[in-house]
């Protein structure tokens, strides 16, 4: 069992003997394994999006009481591979009046912060890529500038519609990183730190959640729709601006979007985990099997939510922001710090 | 107004689980063959010993689908030679088999007429029904 828990921090560790005794300088070596994280962080983003796109449309099916894919492969489990080679062959159509240096940077520039939030992430016991001692505002402050990207995208196509879905985007990213900031404040206040690996081990005996439930409940309300996720999909709404930023992009521009959407799912899925799940933390298993499984259970649970409830209307998304989630995640500190207070003065 | 604030959310998380661990609903239709009527509208069939191509079927006919050849023989006899339903036209309304006073037409449960050519959508009856009889016969011995 041990082998199996630190087969990847061996991995590391192998590599980088291979590279010192090829009597390599150790900046070098230092650089090379920056590398190769980099790969594999993409590598499981990668991983994880192309099975998201099947499981999503694997759970929708369930729920709506039918089967989903199951027409390539078996139990469709190829439709991913056959949706994305259908996406690369695509032509890649900028339309006319587009602003078409804009347009195309938009699609590359979503992509960069959903990936580089994986960088702060504890994928396993010190399985980390870069254990920052701001990680947490590092998170927040690297996810909330996809909102630029929208807008970018919805701006250069020059199209109405995508000029209205990235509004609705940007108000509604913008209006929600506050909640989402807020609530994340009172696990913040519990750990005493920012850093993920000290967030992770303060969980060692009791998981945040039970601490924190009402963090909990506005951090996931906040982050369906810091996502642009059902019932906040109000930023895509299929049935009247029909893909909002995304409307005039085509092949493998649109799944780069697609892409970075799906990864923010993962990211902020693994945010929750790492936050209030005791991130990698659990019995038998080896600490990153043990992450993917509560990653994949936050998943669901968003997914599940999203196939439940129908889109709101915008002023009741606003309202729901700034009149009901602002005030209980400030009461929500508020209580924590006195709390924590208390339980001092009392000598716990 | 009862219950607590929130209660319908949970109830429609509730029906959805309920929904994702039932069991599906929607037909596997080409794995499993739909179940259909005794009197679904396919395919018409017809029984050319039956038949004395009187015309009535076609007459009856709203969009003219229907065509009949047939010969008369030393009796002046009408004989059945061709009966070709052209079901690009066809609304299976069933006025046809309601019509036939001899009771030869009548629908069979056969439903995938698709085809790749119009001309594909064209049935000859009369020639078909024979087919089936030789190979009836020639299974009988």
């Given at each position: 069992?041990?082998s199996?828990?630190t ?21 070098w ?44 492969g ?14 690369l ?7 006319a ?27 396993g ?10 990680g ?11 909102t ?119 990211s ?81 | ?35 259909l009527?005794?009197?679904f509208h ?8 039956k ?11 709203p ?29 299976f ?29 064209i ?19």
């Amino acid at each position: 069992m041990a082998s199996v828990e630190t087969v990847f921090l061996s991995g590391d560790q192998w590599l980088k003997n291979w590279l010192f005794s090829w009597g390599m300088p150790e900046s070098w070596v230092f650089l090379c394994t920056v590398v190769v994280y980099a790969v594999a962080v993409l590598l499981f983003v990668f991983a994880n999006v192309i099975f998201l796109v099947y499981l999503e449309r694997k759970v929708a099916g369930y729920m709506q009481q039918r089967l989903g894919p199951n027409r390539v492969g078996p139990g469709g489990i190829f439709q991913c591979v056959a949706d994305a080679l259908k996406l690369l062959g695509k032509e890649d159509i900028i339309p006319a009046s587009a602003d078409r240096g804009l347009f195309r940077l938009a699609s590359l520039l979503i992509f960069i912060p959903a990936t580089m939030l994986f960088v702060v992430i504890p994928f396993g016991r010190e399985m980390i890529v870069a254990d920052l001692n701001v990680g947490l505002l590092y998170f927040i402050a690297v996810g909330s500038t996809a909102t630029i990207a929208v807008l970018m995208g919805g701006w250069s196509a020059n199209n109405k519609y995508s000029l209205l879905g990235s509004m609705r985007a940007v108000a509604q990213m913008i209006s929600y990183e506050i909640p989402l900031a807020f609530s994340l404040l009172g696990v913040i206040m519990l750990a005493g730190s920012l850093r993920m690996s000290e967030i992770v081990a303060a969980q060692k005996d009791l998981w945040f959640v039970v601490l924190q439930p009402v963090a909990f409940i506005t951090y996931f309300i906040a982050a369906t729709a810091e996502l642009n996720r059902g019932p906040f999909d109000l930023p895509e709404g299929e049935q009247e601006i029909i893909a909002g930023p995304f409307v005039e992009y085509s092949g493998m521009r649109y799944a780069l979007f697609f892409l970075a959407e799906y990864a923010n799912l993962v990211s902020v899925s693994a945010l929750a985990v790492t936050l209030f799940f005791g991130g990698w933390q659990g019995p038998w298993l080896p600490s990153w099997l043990w992450f993917v499984i509560k990653v994949y259970f936050m998943i669901f649970l968003f997914m599940w939510v999203k196939w439940t409830f129908p889109r709101i209307r915008v002023d009741h998304l606003m309202g729901l922001a700034w009149k009901f989630l602002l005030p209980v995640s400030l009461v929500n500190v508020f209580v924590t710090g006195t709390a924590i207070k208390l339980f001092q003065a009392m000598g716990w | 107004m009862s219950g607590v604030y929130g209660e319908g959310l949970l109830k429609g998380l509730g029906i959805t689980i309920r929904h994702f661990f039932g069991k599906a609903i929607t037909e596997q239709y080409p794995e499993r063959r739909p179940k259909l009527a005794p009197r679904f509208h396919g395919l018409l069939s017809l029984d050319p010993t039956k038949c004395t191509a009187c015309g009535t079927c076609a007459n009856f006919c709203p969009n003219g689908v229907i065509r009949i050849k047939s010969e008369r023989d030393e009796q002046k006899r009408r004989h059945l030679t061709g009966y070709e339903v052209n079901l690009l036209y066809c609304l299976f309304c069933g006025l046809c088999v309601e019509a036939c006073p001899e009771g030869a037409l009548r629908f069979t449960p056969h439903f995938e007429l698709a085809t790749y050519r119009r001309a594909g959508a064209i049935y000859d009856l009369y020639a078909l029904s024979r087919e089936a009889a030789g190979e009836r016969r020639a299974a009988g011995g």
